[in-house]
């Protein structure tokens, strides 16, 4: 099995913003997600690309 290269999802709300990370609500549930791992970011469509392995670590795939 090939790693992923990226991944990208939409969330529902930004629940706390510190300047190092965001804490997402992902389909009911609140995810940390660090700033520095963010590949692109949409805040109006409300969708985040992120490395693949940090969405598997996080269990976003």
Wanted: proline share 5%.
């Amino acid at each position: 099995m090939s790693e992923i290269p990226e991944h990208t999802f939409n969330y529902e709300q930004i629940v706390k913003q510190t300047d190092k990370a965001l804490l997402l609500e992902i389909e009911g549930i609140e995810v940390w997600i660090p700033k520095s791992q963010v590949l692109s970011h949409d805040e109006d469509q409300m969708e985040m690309t992120i490395p693949g392995w940090l969405a598997k670590d996080k269990d976003l795939i």
